[in-house]
């Protein structure tokens, strides 16, 4: 019987020894997940290194991006229109950011809820620093004021990510 349980032991522990190793990214952070561009210009190359060519430069920092890939010191993001392409880690924020969508003003509130008191509307496309959300409710800060708007009017946040 102890011959048994050694050649059953010495089976599974050749078996996960044989299993292939978990692939870890290079930041060790989670993919994906939200940054944000630090500079005004930021090149956007089709391949995760210098001698690929720029593909196009975004100029505007803070602009919310996905990191969907990563590789060595180079990072695939991804913007708001699903355009992607690599950008050097140095050019990236984790300063969370986030973009209001749309084609209307969207109205911020006072508190969490469509019955809460609208303070101020803010157009589509500006970018403002995200403070907190809830499951379904995200505080912005635009202009030194802080309010709250549903997530369904924002990029840079997923669904059910919460942070305070």
């Known amino acids: 019987m102890r011959f048994l349980f050694f050649i059953l032991s010495c089976f599974i522990l050749s078996s996960l020894l044989a299993l292939p190793a978990q692939a870890v990214n290079p930041s060790g952070l989670p993919l994906p997940r939200f940054v944000s561009l630090k500079s005004d210009e930021t090149n956007i190359r089709t391949g995760p290194g210098t001698r690929y060519p720029i593909q196009w430069v975004f100029k505007r920092a803070g602009m919310p991006v996905e990191v969907v890939d990563e590789f060595d010191l180079w990072r695939k993001i991804r913007d708001n229109e699903g355009t992607s392409g690599w950008a050097h880690h140095t050019m990236l924020s984790g300063k969370r950011n986030a973009m209001i969508t749309g084609n209307e003003p969207q109205t911020l509130r006072i508190d969490v809820g469509a019955n809460s008191k609208a303070l101020f509307k803010a157009q589509p496309n500006v970018?403002?620093?995200?403070?907190?959300?809830?499951?379904?409710?995200?505080?912005?800060?635009?202009?030194?004021?802080?309010?709250?708007?549903?997530?369904?009017?924002?990029?840079?946040?997923?669904?059910?990510?919460?942070f305070d």
């Open 127 to 162: 970018i403002a620093p995200l403070r907190e959300c809830a499951l379904e409710w995200c505080r912005l800060q635009i202009s030194g004021r802080k309010a709250w708007i549903s997530k369904n009017h924002l990029w840079g946040i997923y669904p059910q990510e919460i």
